[in-house]
């Protein structure tokens, strides 16, 4: 399925170095490109502030959904497409999730990981079927993805549920995986042995 609109977790930070910024420079880039509509936290700085400019800046399409308490302290981008104010963080992720066809985590902190992982968990339980990509940015991710390797072999986590996690070091290959994905057929719980 061609992604039109996609939600992307990164930080509020630029982080050390200039690869991040490269690297976010570039995937603004490319959906402007591709004429894909980012959607985001709405924020003006780090990573945030950095693809939402590049996007506008070669021509496409942002929608920001920023909570009013993080609006109120000028933190919210006022030059993007459109910013739309919510009251929780909670209605900020439930919002990205009805507006977008995938979602993509960039390098972050913990709010970047609190947000790549509920919408992780609710692709698990079945509550929506989009595709899930981490760009791992320089290595950024490498130890995250050995932890979920180590949930599966620990028998925590099922194979296939890892699978739902699509990871790819440029921003066109990850891009081309969460098109070709398709979410598993049973949700989590419906698929268990009765006791």
């Not at 509020?12 to 936290?41: M, P, R």
């Not at 009251?87 to 972050?108: F, W, Y």
């Not at 320089?138 to 099922?158: E, P, R, S, T, W």
Request: aromatic share 6%; glycine share 10%; with cysteine.
């Amino acid at each position: 399925m061609k992604m039109k609109k996609i939600v992307v977790f990164c930080a509020s930070s630029s982080g050390h170095g200039n690869t991040y910024i490269q690297e976010t420079q570039k995937v603004g880039q490319v959906f402007a490109q591709q004429g894909i509509q980012l959607i985001y936290g709405g924020g003006r700085v780090g990573l945030m502030g950095v693809v939402a400019d590049t996007v506008m800046e070669h021509g496409g399409t942002v929608i920001g959904i920023i909570p009013r308490f993080l609006n109120s302290k000028e933190i919210g981008h006022t030059e993007i497409t459109e910013l739309i104010e919510v009251e929780t963080m909670h209605e900020r992720k439930a919002m990205m999730n009805l507006l977008s066809d995938g979602v993509i985590a960039l390098p972050g902190g913990f709010g970047t990981l609190e947000e790549l992982f509920e919408m992780i968990t609710w692709a698990q339980l079945g509550l929506h079927k989009k595709p899930i990509g981490i760009l791992n940015v320089d290595g950024f991710y490498n130890h995250l993805i050995a932890l979920i390797q180590h949930m599966v072999d620990a028998g925590l986590l099922k194979k296939e549920n890892q699978d739902m996690v699509l990871i790819a070091e440029s921003i066109e290959s990850l891009l081309e995986k969460m098109e070709q994905y398709e979410a598993p057929a049973v949700p989590k719980w419906l698929n268990m042995s009765k006791s």
